[in-house]
């Protein structure tokens, strides 16, 4: 298929990029490269990719809306993976109009090249943080999601209300998938398995939030490309049981889903610090800090809807998920 993936310099969408030009698919790459993490970073993935049959790069920022207009009407794409977002619940604290126009104008932006030019079937990246204040575990995708805890949260459940009201007015199929802490090779050097990794190898202490009192679904990287890739192969259909006096916040009388897909086996932070170590053969030093703004104490993705879907079973192991990452840190890094 000929397909545009936004994000494609970012860790979900570089791997994701990658997975479909190993099948055969052609792909249309956009990103900004902006400087929230090292670009250098951002643009050696894009190194990986370059030079593949099939595959064209355009950096494009989302939110220039007459360039998003042109490449939609120039390349024409079958099928769309909308993974690209201005990410990370702290630093929606410190900056957040960056994920006002990210998140939803940028999202606005790819909703509309998709509806003037007649896209099968939009695949968008929401996130386990729209769960916000919900204590009910596993988290569902058939409960409200009303009361979230940050700013990118917001933005999240906002691109689900976006997506719908595109499937509803104009017969876009949309399909959101609610990522549920995704970890491995080439990834953000914001998220917790990146920065304990550079801390630990330096000899630094490592900002313990909650005082170790967190549990997160860490769900290793190829679990969840092949899950995209089946999503993106299963164009999102109606559900002929919706009834507006009941209503399912999954499904709808448009054709729209919305799926989680993590693990489904949390992971106590005190415990993933300890695999850390095993696989990297160093001892953590811990500080032991305060519940941050914004932060949610659990995350435990319930993924049937997605299983009887497409059938994604996650079969990555912790241990052998981060022995492949610390491997690839070791090397990249030269540590």
């Keep these: 298929m000929k397909l545009l993936v936004t994000g494609a310099a970012g860790f979900i969408g570089y791997h994701t990029t990658k997975a479909l030009l190993d099948r055969g698919d052609q792909v249309i790459g956009i990103d900004n490269l902006n400087s929230y993490y090292d670009v250098g970073l951002k643009e050696a993935r894009l ?28 390349a024409m794409p079958e099928r769309v993976v909308h993974l690209a977002a201005q990410a990370g619940v702290r630093y929606s604290l410190q900056n957040p109009r960056a994920y006002v126009d ?41 409960q409200n999601v009303d009361h979230p805890l940050s700013l990118y949260a917001a933005s999240k459940k906002a ?31 914001d998220m917790a398995p990146m920065i304990f990794t550079r801390k630990m190898l330096a000899g630094e202490p490592i900002d313990v939030f909650n005082n170790g009192q967190h549990a997160r679904d860490f769900t290793y990287i190829d679990d969840i490309v092949e899950g995209v890739v089946r999503t993106l192969d299963k164009v999102a259909q109606s559900n002929p049981g919706w009834s507006g ?13 919305i799926y989680n897909i993590g693990n489904s086996d949390p992971v106590a932070l005190l415990d993933f610090i300890a695999t850390l170590e095993r696989a990297l053969g160093v001892k953590a030093k811990l500080n032991m800090l305060p519940l941050q703004p914004g932060d949610v104490v659990e ?37």
Aim: glycine share 10%; aromatic share 14%.
């Design 47 to 74: 190194a990986q990719l370059s030079g593949r049959n099939g595959f064209t790069f355009h950096k494009l920022d989302l939110t220039d809306s007459d360039g998003m207009e042109r490449l939609f009407s120039d």
């Design 159 to 189: 691109n689900e209300l976006m997506a719908h009201t595109y499937a509803h007015l104009y017969g876009l199929p949309v399909t959101g998938l609610r990522f549920f802490t995704v970890y491995g090779p080439w990834g953000r050097p």
């Design 245 to 257: 006096e009941d209503p399912d916040p999954a499904t709808s009388s448009a054709p729209y889903r």
């Design 102 to 142: 990210s998140n939803i104008v940028g999202t606005l932006n790819v909703l509309e090249g998709c509806r003037h030019t007649g896209v099968e079937h939009l695949v968008f990246a929401s996130s386990s943080s729209v769960y916000g204040a919900n204590a009910r575990m596993p988290f569902s995708v058939h």
């Design 299 to 335: 995350t435990y993705a319930n993924v049937d809807d997605l299983t009887a879907a497409v059938g994604f079973r996650p079969s990555t192991p912790l241990e052998a998920g981060i022995e492949k990452f610390a491997s690839w840190y070791r090397g990249y890094y030269q540590t």
